[in-house]
Structure formats: C-alpha cells, structure tokens
C-alpha cells in the first residue's frame, strides 16, 4: 500500500508565476535570462541562417520546438543525474512501437508553459495552429499497443517513476494510407525527411549486435549467407518525456541500425556499386519501416530481426547502466524491471540468460532466477496468430547461441512438467517453448510466460480468458505469475489538450485536480442534474463538432453538418473489430429511408477511420465497401441529407485528437471475447461520447462504472460466442430476419458497386459461405435495437447530456495514472525518485 501511495501522482495546481519556471528549467549551469532574443530568434537565425523575417511555417516550427527542448533539456539531464546518485530501481519499458504523435504541443502543456506560450505568440504574431501542423506524427506505432505504450510514458514521467523506454527508430513508419476509388493505397511515411528537433543522437552509446550470417545481394535481393557471421551497430536517439508540471523529464530511446564498415571499397572500385553497399543496405533495412510485409518469408525473417535488434540493443544498453552503480549481479532485480510490452520483445528471455552465462558467468540457475524475477510480460491479445511463432530454423541461422539457451529452458520445463503431472504427455506438448509441425517453431508466448515472473492481461475479461482458455495449461502451472492491470490513457493529452472547451468546463466546476487525480471527476455525478452544467457540456460538445467540421472542410473539402449525430468508429481495420457490421447497419439504415421517405430519423454523421495491413487484403476490401457506400449514400438525393458516411484516411494521433471530442456515439463492436481491452473507449468516454458496443474489453467495466443503463450494450457475450461456435449458421439469420436478408441482398445485388460487379464477392462469402466467423449477423439485429434505443436518447437533449455527464464523472478508473500505479506496486516494486 505504501508502494501505490508513493506512486500517485502530484495533483493540479494553478497556472505557475513566469520566474517560478525560469528557477524550475533554469536548474543547470545555464541561466535563462528572459530576454526576448534569447531562444526563438537564434534559432531561426543561427539553425536556419535565414533573415527572421523571411522564414516559412516550418522554420517557426523548428525554432520554436528547439526553444521549448532548450528549457526542458537542464531538467531533463538533471533527470538522469539524480537517478545515477540515487541508484532507485529503474522500470525499462520495451516495446515495438511508441504512438506518441507530435510533440510540440503535448511538451508545452506538460511543461506548464501554456501561458507563456500564448504570450509569445501574440506578441510575435504567429499563426499557433499552421505552427502546430507542422509538426508530423512521429511514424512509430500504428495501434492500441503503441499508444498505451506512449500513455504509459507519460504516467511514469509525471508520477516521478525512474523509467525509460525503448523502441526502433523507423524511418518509414508503417505506411500513408491515401484512398484512391475507394481502396487503400500505402505510400511511404516519410516522417524523417526534415530535421526532428526533439531526438538527440547519442553516438557514445551506441551498441554492436552480433548475428550468426552475414548478407549479399544476388539477383537484386538480399540474401543470408550461412556460416559467416556479421554484425550491427545500434545507434541509440534520445526523445525527452515531459511528466505533468515538468518535474520529470524520463527518456525514450530509439534504436537505429547501421553497419559497422560503411561499405565494401574492394567491390565498389571494382564496379560492384551494389553489392558494396549489401552489408549496409541489410542493417539500414531492419529499421526502414514498422512492421514489413509478413505476408513473405523474407518480411517475417525481417521481423524477426527487428525483434531481436530491438532487445539486444536495450538490455545490452540497461546492463551497462546498471552496472556502472551496482558491481554485483544478485542486485539485478533489485534494481532493474523490465516490461515486455506483448510478445515482440520476448527474446529477451535468452538474451538475458545469454548475458548472465556467457558476460557474467554466472551458472544456470542464478542466472535463470534472475532473468525470470527481472522481465515481466505484458499479453494484448487472444488472436492465436498474434501469438507469434518463429520458425526454429530463424535460430539456427541467425542466433544459434540462444537456441542452445532455449533448448535447455525447454528440457528443464519438460522435467519439470513429467514431474509435476506425470502421465499427461499431451499437458506436456501444450506447454511447450516448441511446436511440432511441417515447420518447427518456437512459441514466443509461451518462452515469456516460461520466463518472467509476471503475465498480465488488459481487461478483466482479457485476463480472464488469457488464464482459462489461451494459455490454460501455463496459468495452471504458475497461477501467482497471472495478473490483470486494466489498461488506460492519460488525461493530459486526451481531455486537457484535446478537448479545451471540456476540460475548461470541468475545471471550473471542480477544480483542475482531475488532470493528475482523474478519479476526481467523479465530484461531477451530482452536476449531471444540474441544469446549467449540462448546457456547459452541451456547448464544449457543438464547439468541438464545429471545430473539427471547419478542419475538415478547410484540409479535404468534405462538408459535414455539425448538427447531425456524429457516430465515429476509429481503430485499426480488422474483421474482429468489425467495421462491417458497422457497415451493415448503415445499409439497414439506408433501405430503411430507401423504402420509406417520409421516416422520421435524425440526421447522421458515420465516421471511420484506420489502416489496414498490405496484405490483409479482406479488411482492405472493407475499406473499399465503405468507401463506396459514402458514395452511394453521397449520390442518392432521397437520403444524403440525413445519412452521410466519411471514411477519414491516415488515422494516427493528431486526427484522433480531434475526431474524439467531437463524436457523439463511439463504437466498440468487436466480437465478444476478441478485443483485449481497447483504449479509444475510454478516450471517448471522458470525451462525454456515448457508447454502443458488445461485453467485450475494457467496455464491460466501463459499463460496470458508469451504469449498463448509461450504455447501449448489444450482443452475443464471450462465453455464447464460444459455445455457439459449433454450430453457429448464419444462414439463419439470413432466412429467418428479413432485415437482414434486405441488407445482404442490396450489398450482393451491386447495388453500391454498378460499374465494378463482383468486386464484393470475398465479403458475401466470409459473411455465408464460410461461416461468419466474427459472428456479424449474429449480432446485427441486436445492434440495430440498441441503435433504435440511442436515438431515443438523442430526441432527449437534457437526458442525452445527464448520460454524457455521468460516462465522464465514471471514466476516472481509465487514466493511465491508475494503471502504472498498479504496475508499479504489484509487478514492478518500484517507487517514485523526486529529481533534485
């Protein structure tokens, strides 16, 4: 408990006097002396070598982000000066991708620099938002996982936590998505192409990492050559973290690759131009891009070595910083946690081990003992092929060493397994690190939970499943390793940033303590009755709506009307997910007006938004389904007027932020059971959107928070989901609901495809011929009623807000703060290190 105290953090104060942040950020050797030509001039002069006067958009941007990292760079060393004096135990968060979005804004409100902020532009007569815009998303996630990991940063930092993270610096990032005729087409993310004022490249760190092959061209492609070992050089970036009130300013390290030698001289005079520069082309190609084509042999063997870079880079970097104030090994776990942010980072099993045997020397159980007691593990998902499996041959090829390490975790789990439930071979196949087969594999799941004294979970649910179904035999095995920690985000950026209007509406209702106590907001529940407060909410949520309709119109020319409900479904495209059955509805909605006129239905707003994987080419076609839905809608001068749907393309960051306090409704539709937790429907929430969605996730306890009567809840549950599995038909529902059976005919009659027939054919077989895995007509009449029941609500001003006000006063369980808080009392055992 004294843990959980500790790691709570600061609560909200007022607006900070000007010389109380000049003594807070001027705490090194340099003073900042306020003068007006002391930051943002010189930069634009001496970076630039421009005439202040003849500077573009982009170079205030620059000028103005090296301001703000020039004042937050003395507490950010004095950062890390105090953890080096203190020696706390020090929380390493390892994971693939970081989602942190852009920077500039989040670090001016996080430094409490608002107000001088807005001093300055006024005086300097610049345009804050055209500033802003320059700024691109930093193309290092796409998803959930690395937006949970970029809240998570953001909590340790403001709740004085000694943490870091480490992620791999793309170049690329995932991709651009750009739609053409309605389909999705990915064009290259070239986030890097101007300087990054925020990353500092710190080349005295930097790491070499040793592979068991080496690598040629031939043919014009890369190819491993066995037997001939090689190396890569990890060059570590540096982005600061600024906690809420700047106190803390924690560091994101990003790995990126590069080859030792530069290229081969010999072959490159020889008029071998390419293949001199093979060796550098393969390391410079492990960080070009998040998450390569796994559809090919050659991106998952990519992957793979994007895994095990990421991991042998930061231990080897963590192992050396602990090593510098620690001289004996027994103190590893004492000092140093490590989270594996999914299964990616799971190779630092035999990493480590391979550092405590072969660096340390150390024997096999001390060793095993503290890895297992060092790394815990965090599961984000259910997808059996999420659950990666990596081919045994990958090993053999490129790390045999840690194949040798993995054998021997494996023969001594085995024995222990025999021993443990003798008889039961097939307990024994099942718990295995190894998975027989047409191919070998090795089951990195498994490796982790094997490895680690910690699994967790992401929602109750989730949780639950992971222990019951997923991994059942492992949870047998090691049930004090299974935990559930509810996923969060933080308010800071989420409410506070993105949604000005409301934040400012609640803080003059209950002061600004919610912005680091977001439990807080539960001293709005009485407000919900009271009149004056539900017009404030009413307001903050038009200004957001209006707000977000001019940004629309102004950057795509889409028109929206910002008196029709906004209905927003954004996340990654998926089948789970269910962006379909969201179309579905949309049809039914749509024949409804279609076959009836005159029907009485308040206008509607239906926005979606998020990328599919390249070779995911079904949830491409869901794009392109909905994409010429909103033009079918768009064409029909019966309906347009009342329906319109807009599917919004390159999801990321910076969009969501405004998308969110706009919406009305937020969709959260997976199929029961298949949804680990989610973050956007908590996001919406505080955002006072309501919810329509299934009992899946983090959904279901929001709903246990807020009230299932203050939700829209529709669905098959997790457990009917599974038990009707053997014979779910959904020619049933086909047959037996004409509802259904109207949509289904319109969608397959080429009604919204008349000049491409056929295109749509995938769809109406995965929704009959193949069985309807995900369920969608299961659970499409259901979501049409509860649909039905949210516009009654809609028709009720004060009762739609009274519900929006009680969802935002029950979201203050879903902040980041409480989940770090949880992680760092119950899994990390790490407490807070004031920086002085």
Request: proline fraction near 5%.
């Amino acid at each position: 408990m004294e843990s959980r105290r500790a790691a709570t953090p600061t609560r909200g104060s007022s607006a900070p006097e000007t010389a109380d942040l000049l003594e807070k950020y001027g705490c090194g050797p340099i003073k900042f002396t306020g003068s007006g030509d002391a930051l943002y001039e010189r930069h634009l002069m001496f970076d630039s070598v421009v005439d202040p006067a003849e500077v573009g958009p982009r170079e205030r941007y620059e000028a103005i982000a090296r301001s703000v990292r020039d004042i937050l760079s003395q507490r950010w060393h004095r950062t890390e000066r105090t953890y080096d004096r203190e020696n706390p135990k020090r929380v390493y968060y390892l994971s693939m991708e970081f989602l942190i979005g852009r920077s500039l804004g989040n670090n001016i409100l996080n430094l409490r620099l608002d107000p001088v902020a807005r001093r300055f532009v006024d005086e300097k007569d610049i345009d804050a938002l055209a500033t802003l815009e320059e700024e691109p998303d930093a193309g290092l996630g796409n998803g959930g996982l690395g937006r949970l990991a970029a809240c998570f940063l953001d909590s340790m930092a403001t709740m004085q936590l000694p943490a870091m993270g480490y992620g791999l610096r793309y170049e690329y990032g995932i991709f651009k998505q750009t739609i053409k005729d309605g389909w999705q087409n990915e064009q290259p993310d070239n986030w890097l192409r101007r300087p990054d004022p925020w990353e500092v490249t710190r080349p005295r760190d930097m790491v070499e990492i040793k592979l068991g092959c080496s690598f040629e061209v031939q043919g014009g492609n890369l190819r491993a050559v066995v037997d001939r070992p090689s190396s890569l050089l990890g060059l570590p970036f540096d982005r600061p973290v600024v906690g809420y009130g700047g106190e803390t300013v924690n560091t994101l390290r990003l790995w990126a690759a590069a080859a030792p030698d530069f290229f081969d001289f010999q072959a490159f005079s020889a008029g071998e131009f390419v293949s001199a520069l093979a060796e550098r082309l393969a390391a410079e190609s492990v960080t070009r891009v998040l998450y390569p084509d796994d559809s090919t042999s050659m991106g998952q063997g990519l992957r793979f070595v994007q895994e095990y870079f990421l991991v042998a880079c930061s231990l080897a970097d963590l192992v050396r910083r602990f090593r510098r104030n620690n001289p004996e090994w027994s103190a590893l776990p004492d000092k140093v946690a490590i989270q594996l942010n999914d299964t990616h980072p799971s190779l630092a099993v035999p990493e480590l081990m391979r550092i405590l045997l072969d660096e340390a020397n150390l024997g096999w159980d001390e060793a095993w003992d503290l890895t297992r007691r060092t790394l815990a593990y965090t599961n984000h998902t259910l997808l059996p092929e999420a659950l990666e499996k990596w081919p045994l041959r990958w090993f053999e090829l490129l790390l045999p060493r840690h194949l040798e390490i993995i054998r021997e975790i494996e023969r001594r789990l085995r024995e222990d397994v025999r021993a443990r439930y003798p008889g039961d071979g097939e307990r024994v196949e099942r718990v295995s690190v190894f998975e027989e087969g047409a191919e070998h594999k090795v089951r990195m799941a498994n490796l982790a939970i094997i490895g680690s004294h910690s699994t967790n979970g992401v929602a109750a649910i989730h949780s639950r499943l992971l222990r019951t179904a997923t991994v059942k035999d492992l949870a047998e095995m090691f049930p004090e390793r299974f935990n559930n920690k509810t996923n969060g985000v933080t308010p800071r950026r989420w409410l506070l940033m993105a949604n000005p209007a409301l934040a400012r509406r609640i803080t003059e209702a209950i002061g600004d303590g919610w912005v680091t106590d977001l439990t807080d907001l539960a001293l709005l529940k009485p407000l919900a009755e009271d009149r004056g407060f539900r017009n404030a909410v009413r307001s903050a949520k038009r200004e957001a709506k209006s707000r977000f309709a001019d940004w629309l119109k102004a950057t795509s020319g889409i028109v929206v009307d910002p008196d029709s409900v906004f209905d927003s479904q954004v996340k990654r495209i998926h089948e789970y997910k269910r962006q379909l059955l969201n179309g579905l509805r949309v049809v039914a909605l749509y024949n409804r007006l279609r076959e009836n006129p005159g029907l009485e239905m308040t206008p509607r707003t239906f926005f979606f938004a998020g990328k599919a994987a390249p070779a995911y080419h079904l949830a491409k076609l869901i794009i392109k389904f909905l994409n010429n839905l909103a033009g079918t809608i768009d064409r029909d001068p019966a309906v347009r007027e009342r329906l319109k749907v807009v599917f919004l393309p390159e999801y990321c960051v910076s969009l969501a932020e405004r998308l969110i306090p706009a919406s009305d409704v937020s969709n959260q539709i997976s199929t029961a059971g298949y949804e680990a937790s989610g973050t956007s429907n908590m996001k919406f929430m505080m955002n006072a959107a309501l919810t329509i969605g299934t009992r899946d996730g983090a959904t279901i306890e929001m709903a246990e928070a807020a009230g299932e009567e203050n939700f829209f809840l529709f669905g098959l549950t997790a457990e009917q989901v599974a038990n009707s599995r053997s014979w779910y038909n959904p020619h049933w529902h086909y047959d037996n609901e004409p509802e259904t059976r109207a949509v289904l005919d319109l969608i397959f009659s080429g009604h919204f495809t008349r000049y491409e027939p056929g295109i749509l054919e995938p769809l109406r077989e995965t929704l009959l011929t193949h069985g309807d895995h995900y369920m969608h007509l299961a659970d499409l009449t259901s979501y049409l009623h509860a649909d039905q029941k949210l516009l009654g609500l809609y028709a009720d001003p004060e009762g739609w807000a009274r519900t929006a006000i009680l969802n935002i006063a029950s979201s203050g369980k879903f902040s980041s703060d409480r989940t770090i808080a949880e992680y760092a009392a119950e899994i990390w055992d790490a407490r807070p290190c004031p920086v002085a």
